[in-house]
């Protein structure tokens, strides 16, 4: 690391640590009615509370000796349940988020759309801490799995949650190839990744439910929601089941 980017980071980390105390403040007012994900919430808070999640991920990253050890931020629960009322999640649904490092959007999913609820990331830590707060509250229908979402097999689900923000080039073709193998009506929340191309015609296999720009930690990102089309022939119409 360079000295000059020193102050520009520390700079950085305590804009982003204003912006996350006042979600905080915003979060507690409007969602710690709800037992279930108060409970939960704190029990991150205290998980977390002599070491950061930054911090951990960080030492990961390390570990695997990545080139990026610095690629790690969080979805505000604020801007989480515009994303999930607007894709239109249902408690018939079943939610699987791609790298759900603390596990916050899954225990709110879980609590607030009462659907069955499954996390994945690919750091230990915070899966060994999000399962054992399950257990510890004796939650039934969430869980959390430790993998390489880009090569391991994905559970099955209904809505998929990906910020693909610091996804390099490589890893969001990957991601691509993936979700075109989703079965017809799945749904799938991707910030700052298109599913469609530049011309829906380019990608007919799916469709933007909805495109909005919303706020993260780390600025102003854009949230896109896709569900996958039915299967068509050559000729572009609808292959009757």
Not at 143 to 154: A, P, T, Y
Request: aromatic share 14%; proline share 3%; net charge positive.
């Amino acid at each position: 690391m360079k000295i000059l980017e020193i102050p520009q980071l520390l700079l950085l980390n305590l804009y982003i640590s204003y912006k996350n105390a006042k979600e905080f403040i915003k979060v507690a007012y409007r969602y710690y009615s709800n037992n279930v994900f108060r409970k939960a919430d704190l029990a991150i808070v205290k998980a977390y509370f002599f070491k950061s999640a930054f911090r951990i991920h960080k030492q990961f990253m390390k570990d695997q000796n990545a080139t990026d050890i610095y690629q790690y931020g969080e979805t505000y629960l604020t801007a989480f349940e515009m994303l999930l009322n607007t894709a239109g999640v249902t408690p018939q649904d079943v939610y699987v988020e791609l790298g759900c490092g603390r596990g916050r959007t899954c225990f709110w999913a879980y609590a607030f759309k009462k659907c069955r609820t499954i996390g994945l990331d690919i750091v230990p830590p915070f899966i060994e801490i999000a399962n054992r707060i399950v257990q510890k509250q004796n939650l039934k229908n969430i869980e959390f799995v430790c993998q390489d979402f880009l090569v391991e097999k994905w559970p099955e689900g209904t809505v998929y949650y990906i910020d693909a923000t610091l996804s390099e080039n490589h890893e969001i073709a990957q991601l691509i190839r993936l979700f075109d193998q989703l079965p017809e009506n799945t749904k799938v929340i991707a910030i700052n990744m298109t599913l469609t191309g530049d011309y829906p015609s380019e990608r007919s296999q799916w469709k933007k439910l909805a495109s909005f720009d919303t706020d993260f930690p780390w600025g102003i990102s854009e949230a896109n929601i896709f569900v996958k089309n039915k299967k068509e022939n050559k000729d572009g119409k609808i292959i009757a089941k």
